[in-house]
């Protein structure tokens, strides 16, 4: 086993720590600029810094840009276009009622990445590896999942579902992607990173100006804190794509799942709000699927 072995690991913990951030950044711009508006921050303002990020990469490794083969091209497009249907069907999900329900059902992303991964890579993925995907998702539907959030009705779970689909077919492309480079794995992700962000922001950016317009000159008033939203994205892009170079994405995105604890842990020790038995016990499930899986690895 080699050092960088253990390195999608932390990779992965300073994306998830990352996206909170960001996440917190978004929630504050949605009330000037909209979901939509808020949702093409992280992709537009995200772009220069991943090619401040690949630039840096560059060098200090002294490596030549890749030259992407023909399968780059199908890899990278599943990657950026499901990310963006996925942040669609979860905007539309967050229009019922029921947001546990909808964000429980998200968070099966880690079965959907899995399945994905064997299908279209061939990822193999251990028995106790498959447990901790099962054991971990387990924990965060059982903390998501309130005594009655289930009467929203059936349209935002699948929403939900849908959307935890498509976000696991956006780390599978992105993967196959990274993979498809002849280069070592920091270039290779780091330059996927700014296509992919390329990509998104030259398509929301063209369907801002036919839809909605007032919607980008909202945006560039609202530069200042957009431009922290955006290196926050970047950032936590930046370590994703390095965890999908080195561990299969599955793996990744189950790790992933301790931003549930980390949302747990300010709830708890900054807002002073008690852990109730159900997310006490979800916690646990958690803890042990993401112990088995580093266990495994």
Do not use: C
């Amino acid at each position: 086993m080699t050092d960088s072995h253990w390195l999608w690991a932390l990779f992965t913990l300073i994306a998830a720590f990352s996206q909170t951030v960001r996440n917190a950044t978004q929630r504050e711009l949605t009330a000037t600029l909209g979901t939509v508006g808020a949702t093409h921050v992280r992709f537009l303002f995200g772009f220069p810094f991943a090619i401040l990020f690949l630039i840096a990469v560059k060098l200090v490794s002294g490596a030549p840009l890749p030259r992407p083969g023909w399968a780059f091209w199908p890899w990278v497009l599943d990657g950026a276009l499901a990310q963006i249907a996925a942040t669609a069907l979860m905007l539309a999900a967050m229009h019922g009622r029921s947001f546990v329900v909808v964000y429980a059902f998200i968070k099966t992303e880690p079965i959907t990445v899995a399945l994905f991964g064997l299908v279209l890579l061939g990822d193999v993925l251990t028995l106790p590896i498959m447990l901790a995907i099962l054991i971990a998702t387990t924990g965060v539907i059982v903390m998501s999942l309130k005594p009655g959030a289930s009467s929203a009705g059936l349209q935002p779970t699948l929403l939900g579902i849908a959307a935890g689909a498509m976000f696991g077919l956006s780390a599978t492309g992105y993967r196959g992607a990274i993979l498809s480079l002849d280069a070592d794995y920091l270039m290779a992700a780091t330059f996927t990173v700014v296509i992919g962000l390329l990509i998104q922001s030259g398509l929301l950016t063209a369907y801002l100006l036919v839809r909605d317009p007032a919607v980008l000159r909202a945006i560039g008033r609202a530069w200042r804190p957009s431009l922290f939203a955006g290196f926050m994205g970047a950032l936590a892009s930046q370590f994703w794509f390095l965890g999908f170079a080195l561990a299969a994405a599955a793996s990744v995105r189950t790790l992933a799942l301790v931003e549930v604890l980390f949302a747990q842990a300010i709830s708890r020790f900054i807002f002073s709000q008690p852990t109730t038995g159900r997310e006490a016990l979800g916690i646990v499930l958690i803890v042990i699927g993401v112990g088995l899986l580093l266990w495994e690895y």
